[in-house]
């Protein structure tokens, strides 16, 4: 185990890179984590933590062309790992398609956090396959032409007192294929130009979501 205490800009330069053990981020001073184009992050077998972080694309290093670019590559990918996001600022711009965390046998969470995902074609704040999605009074916003905030296949999602909001062509705030969980106290917004289908939540027949005072 290891608490990092960080100051200033920590550049993560295209290609990926690995967390193996178990840490802690910590704000020193003005400290923000900032992603080149291309670049990820994979944690494996790891508890990983950032507090009052900025996490946030490089701007210099947007737009230039890599070979680490081909696909989607999400910021961060975990693989039976666990990852804590609190008191955060998130700042992900895309060329194309923008991922912020993609999820496999884990867990997310996310507290009193302020996010914003940005890309041309599709962007999704966290996908995930047989984990757990947690997201507590925090304000999620997603600008594309397609927007999936949280899309999780099997596993379980907790979404309490949260501003949510998508803006473009088409969308969801959430894509959920045998899920169990709640979604209470939450505020649902789209600004959407193809209106034909505005449900927020999207539910398979394999779903138990309690939905308890959300705004649509």
Do not use: M, W
Not at 65 to 87: C, H, M, Q, T
Not at 196 to 212: F, H, I, P, R
């Amino acid at each position: 185990y290891a608490c990092l205490r960080v100051k200033g800009p920590v550049k993560v330069p295209a290609g990926t890179h690995y967390i193996l053990s178990n840490c802690l981020f910590v704000n020193e001073e003005n400290a923000s984590l900032e992603f080149e184009e291309g670049a990820a992050i994979v944690i494996k077998n790891s508890n990983v933590t950032f507090q009052d972080f900025t996490i946030l694309s490089d701007s210099d290093k947007q737009g230039k062309k890599s070979s680490a670019e081909a696909g989607l590559i999400p910021y961060f990918k975990l693989e039976d790992s666990v990852l804590d996001i609190n008191s955060c600022q998130i700042s992900a711009l895309f060329d194309k398609d923008g991922l912020f965390a993609e999820a496999v046998r884990s867990s997310v969470n996310v507290t009193g956090t302020i996010a914003s995902v940005s890309a041309a074609a599709y962007s999704s704040f966290i996908s995930g396959i047989k984990s757990k999605v947690n997201i507590q009074n925090s304000s999620i916003n997603l600008t594309s032409e397609t927007c999936v905030t949280l899309s999780l296949n099997q596993g379980d999602v907790n979404l309490v007192n949260n501003s949510f909001k998508i803006t473009g062509n088409k969308g969801r705030i959430a894509e959920l294929f045998s899920v169990n969980g709640l979604a209470a106290s939450n505020s649902f917004k789209a600004s959407l130009k193809n209106g034909s289908n505005t449900k927020a939540l999207y539910t398979d027949k394999n779903t138990s979501l309690v939905l308890e005072k959300n705004d649509s």
